[in-house]
């Protein structure tokens, strides 16, 4: 063999062969499934916080004051109207009463045996539009005596809703 001559050099490029192009494409379905999950997560997460709240309203600010909507996870507060208390197999019906405003409930759990006419409570649930156009509060758990820290926070709601029950049960 012989050695080879600058004339035996074949500088040119050499012609590009198609291959797979393994490894070159974006993967663009994951991009898109990843963002979907993200964007669900994300969406799941912002409702959930925001239902997780259940904002305290006095009967009289339901549909007035922000957080005090129809349809919401909220808490409610009123004094149980005198008489207006019965049963239907599980189901105990009665009306509360806050500043002037009044709100039939439909409680679906056993209230405490503390419960009574002319307490105050703070039912939690949701207010619910009936086909007739009115409202009622459609509660799954009444609280009889509020927790410390609700009375600290909310010294003139308590003594309003206890000037309330005073002349409740001083009604005829």
């Known amino acids: 063999m012989s050695e080879p001559t600058d004339s035996d050099l074949n500088l040119a490029p050499r012609e590009v062969v198609p291959t797979a192009a393994r490894g070159k494409k974006k993967p663009w379905f994951a991009y898109a499934v ?4 993200l964007g669900a997560g994300g969406l799941f997460v912002a409702k959930f916080l925001t239902n ?23 808490r409610i ?4 109207d005198k008489g207006s208390i019965s049963k239907a197999g599980s ?8 500043h002037g405003a009044s709100m039939p409930v439909v409680l679906s759990s056993k209230p405490t045996g503390l ?5 105050p409570v703070v039912i939690t649930g949701k207010v619910v539009g009936a086909d007739d156009g009115t409202q009622y509060f459609e509660g799954n758990e009444v609280l009889v005596k509020h927790s410390e ?3 600290k926070e909310n010294k003139d709601r308590v003594a309003t809703a206890n000037g ?9």
């Open 115 to 119: 419960f009574q006419e002319c307490i």
């Open 52 to 74: 997780a709240i259940d904002y305290y309203c006095n009967v009289d600010e339901i549909g007035h004051k922000s957080g005090c909507d129809v349809g919401r996870n909220i």
């Open 149 to 151: 820290d609700y009375d």
């Open 77 to 80: 507060q009123g004094v149980v």
């Open 91 to 98: 189901v105990t019906n009665f009306t509360v009463t806050f």
């Open 34 to 37: 990843l963002v979907l999950a």
């Open 164 to 172: 309330e029950a005073a002349a409740c049960s001083q009604k005829g």
